[in-house]
């Protein structure tokens, strides 16, 4: 089923992202947590792409697997900075072959060594080939609540994100916030640009202390005041902060469903609990 048509109703909905190994002999081990994950019955399930294409192969077998087994609509991404054209047509029509309608076209990170590389540049690019090799995928496209690290400015990043939009992206996904304000400011400022696809707020739940550094490094993400409290309190011990990671991202849920965000995508990090301690305490308002 299309994410498209998923998104459609005013029903609450809620997915999970998981990513697939970088190494064959770990495969077995995620997809064993992916299934887990998938037997939770979420509207949709997301398989990243690694950096570089390296995990294109797991990406999409892990995809088509979920999808087969569970009958779960799946999302399978595909990053363009190191595609070529070639790989683009080869992986779309691998996707469809493999009864695979959604691709997240990503840019993806830029190497390390600054260069761009093969023939694309940017998400909009990527996303005008993959309508002109077959327009009846539905694509979803990333998007910055607090802008992208690389814009100058919010307006300059939303602007781009209306390219993105007017290029075929069907709908979009956030990064991860910690402020469900930042969203609402975010949504505001791109409904008022006439950007009107659905947006996807992408739940981050921080289970250990080590992932606070790291998600702010990767995604510029503002820390409020109240999570650096909850870090503080609870950091030092796993279990503790695991549990509490957990409720500040349901708090953080249930406050956008109240607010009419009825949609909801969360990075679940390959962690079955984390998944059903998050469907546990929504089973009541995603039913």
Sequence with gaps: MKISDILKNNEV??????????????????EAAAEQIASLKPHFMSVTYGAGGGTSKHTIELADRIQKKYDTSVLGHLTCVS???DDVRRLVNEYKERGINNIMALRGDIPKDGRTVFDYNYARELILDI???????CIGGACYPEGH???????????????????????????????????????????EKGIEVPVLPG???ITNEKQVAR?????????????????????YDPDKMSQAGIIYATEQIID????GVNHI?????????????IMESLSCIIS
């Design 149 to 191: 690290v690389e814009c100058s400015s919010q307006t300059e990043d939303i602007e781009h994100l209306k390219e993105k939009v007017e290029a075929g992206c069907d709908f979009l996904t956030t990064q991860m916030f910690f402020d469900n304000n930042t969203l609402y400011n975010f949504l505001y400022r791109i409904r």
């Design 13 to 30: 909905t809620i997915s999970f992202e998981v990513f697939p190994p970088k190494t064959d002999d770990k495969f077995d081990a995620v």
């Design 83 to 85: 595609s070529t054209k």
């Design 256 to 259: 956008l469903i109240a607010n």
């Design 203 to 205: 739940i981050m739940p």
């Design 215 to 235: 998600s702010v490094a990767l995604s510029g993400a503002t820390i409020p005041q109240r999570f650096r409290t909850m870090v503080d309190r609870f950091g």
């Design 265 to 277: 995508h969360v990075y679940s990090m390959n962690k079955p609990h984390i998944a059903e301690g």
């Design 131 to 137: 309508k002109a090799i077959d327009e009846s995928f």
